[in-house]
């Protein structure tokens, strides 16, 4: 090894204490995306709670078939290997695993609070400082397996980002002025995970449903999420128990997504 990670990386395993997350970690100075090795370690049955963090990648992925800038030495690149014993429908609940861990890692290094966009972003003063990408993987038997990739922000400096994401993103050095040190960045994040992910295997998402409230400013609000090519428009209301997001419809019936690109209808900002 050696780049930026080097030698601190040796450290960290030793400082975690995790009960899930963490036993092994992999460091490597680039990959195409920690999302797709983390996928062929789970094809060769590797452990759940095994780390892949990259300094940078080269084929970084988003959702919705989007990239992910990862150049070296700017941003958190990393991904983990879990396997919980879930039905599918319950999967949304570990994207808020993800949320809740990796906000409060934010809150930790940032100046300024941050804020959940539903369902996969983190946002401070309505940009983009971190995205998440869980991604399952089948398999015939519970377990299943899954991998959440999380992108952070961390030390990109104003205009540094792509030019179509100039506008819409930004970093913990540019929020708080002065560089941030990626690996604690990164003990931070493991720990907040295996703490949530405990937590919600012992009581099946409550805790982690009322903290993605708090950590969010959604509810009460009318928004339309878009899903395929159908848009619905509604005022969110809750998460409910399986990680979805409920809307109240016009005609007062609820509905429950568990995907969709989400958008705040300005005109009824505030109800
Ligand atoms: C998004 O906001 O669209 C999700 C971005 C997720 C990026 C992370 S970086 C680490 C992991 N590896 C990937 O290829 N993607 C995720």
New binding site residues.
């Given amino acids: 090894m050696n780049y930026d990670y080097e030698p601190g990386a040796k450290n960290l395993k030793q400082n975690l204490n995790c009960i899930h997350i963490g036993a092994n970690i992999v460091f490597l100075p680039k990959i ?5 090795l ?1 996928k062929e370690y789970a094809k060769s049955n590797a452990p759940e709670g095994l780390v ?1 963090v ?1 300094d940078s ?1 080269t ?6 078939g ?1 990239s ?1 800038h ?1 150049p070296p030495k700017t ?5 983990i290997l879990l396997k919980p014993p879930l039905k599918t429908d319950q999967l949304s609940l570990i994207t808020l695993v993800a949320g809740v861990s990796a906000i409060e890692t934010i809150n930790e290094f940032s100046h300024q609070s941050a804020n959940l966009k539903w369902p ?2 983190i946002l401070i003063n309505g940009k ?1 400082v ?4 869980c991604e399952m993987i089948p398999n015939k038997e519970n377990p299943c397996f899954l ?1 959440i ?4 922000n961390a030390n990109q400096v104003a205009g540094q980002f792509p030019e179509d994401l100039n506008k819409t993103a930004t970093s913990l050095r540019i929020i708080n002025g002065s560089p941030t040190n990626r690996l604690d960045v990164i003990q931070s994040l493991l720990k907040n995970i295996d703490r949530e992910y405990h937590g919600f295997l012992t009581d099946g998402g409550n805790s982690v449903i009322k903290k993605w409230g708090f950590h969010s400013n959604l509810f009460g609000k009318r928004v339309s999420i878009q899903h395929g090519s159908t848009i619905t428009t509604g005022t969110a209301m809750r998460i409910d128990s399986l990680g979805r997001l409920v809307l109240l419809l016009d005609n007062q019936h609820e509905e429950a997504f568990d995907s969709g690109e989400i958008s705040l209808n300005k005109n009824y900002f505030e109800i």
């Fill in positions: 195409d995306s920690t999302n797709n983390a892949i990259a990648q084929g970084g992925r988003g959702r919705m989007k992910w990862s941003g958190v690149y990393l991904s996969n972003d983009k971190c995205g998440l990408l991998v990739g999380i992108g952070i």
